[in-house]
């Protein structure tokens, strides 16, 4: 005689949902409070002469468009001009090629916030070929 | 029978309490400890830089702070010990190890060519400078 199996009326097990809500609240709270939003970065590119040409005297060839980059200021060509200019001057010279060569002539004593606002106005006007000196 | 069925269920409530505040404390420490170890250095802004979309894995970046200290992954670093980390790179990698540059906006350039120089002297010669191309 087959026996009767009996039946356990067991409790369906039931995850209480309002506590883990809760913290799941409270965890996103703390994220959104907290979280630090990444600055976009940019990097800008620059070629440099090698160290022995460093070592060699430093001939400029007297066509090429120099921008000295200054404690206090800018000079293009040797001849200072003010940092409202500087985008128009440099824009003008994109103008012309593009493709040329612009040599860039750091000064010791300028900060180098001097040097990337020159590189970045160099960027806007899409002028490729960037070579950065140190000068004292 | 039934009591003991009853006893049997796992009461999850607490357990996933004491999850969840684990993750907040860890969380916590390990945002505060980023924040001890991050170090002040300002970025100038370029906002018409070209953005970093791909960046190479092998790109070593140096810090310069604004009184020309170097770091490496925060670790600070004579310009001897960065010598050598560049060769030993170079060794590894080969020369076209881009190397980026984040220099303090107020930073001298004089500091930051002492980086540069060190680079070129390791036959580093892909060199850019890291600044901030938008705000968060």
Redesign the interface.
């Known amino acids: 005689m087959a026996r009767k199996r009996k039946k356990h009326d067991a409790p369906a097990a039931e995850l209480p949902m309002t506590p883990m809500i809760d913290v799941v609240f409270q965890l996103l709270i703390y994220f959104i409070v907290t979280i630090k939003p990444i600055d976009v970065m940019a990097h800008l590119d620059v070629s440099r002469p090698s160290p022995e040409a460093q070592q060699q005297k430093l001939d400029v060839p007297k066509n090429l468009i120099r921008i000295g980059v200054f404690y206090d200021g800018f000079a293009m060509n040797d001849k200072p001009v003010p940092e409202s200019a500087l985008d128009d001057l440099i824009g003008k010279l994109a103008d012309l090629d593009r493709k040329q060569t612009i040599l860039i002539m750091c000064s010791g004593a300028a900060p180098h916030e001097m040097l990337i606002k020159v590189l970045n106005l160099c960027g806007k006007h899409q002028l490729a070929n960037l070579s950065v000196i140190s000068t004292n | 029978?039934?009591k003991r069925?009853?006893e049997m269920?796992?009461n999850?409530?607490p357990m996933?309490?004491v999850v969840?505040q684990l993750?907040?404390f860890f969380?916590v420490t390990i945002?505060q400890q980023q924040k001890e170890l991050e170090m002040e250095l300002r970025?100038?802004?370029?906002?018409?830089?070209?953005?970093?979309e791909k960046k190479d894995p092998r790109t070593i970046n140096v810090d310069?702070d604004d009184e020309g200290r170097i770091y490496i992954a925060r670790q600070r670093l004579s310009l001897p010990a960065l010598r050598a980390i560049l060769r030993q790179s170079v060794n590894r990698h080969g020369q076209t190890l881009p190397v980026?540059i984040r220099?303090?906006?107020?930073?001298?350039?004089?500091?930051?060519?002492r980086v540069?120089?060190t680079?070129?002297?390791a036959g580093l010669?892909?060199?850019?400078?890291?600044?901030?191309?938008?705000?968060?």
């Open positions: 029978m039934r069925d009853e269920g796992l999850m409530t996933i309490d969840f993750i907040i969380v945002a970025l100038a802004m370029a906002p018409d830089g070209k953005a970093v310069v980026v220099g303090d906006l107020s930073a001298r350039h004089e500091y930051i060519r540069i120089d680079c070129s002297e010669w892909r060199i850019k400078f890291a600044a901030i191309k938008e705000k968060a």
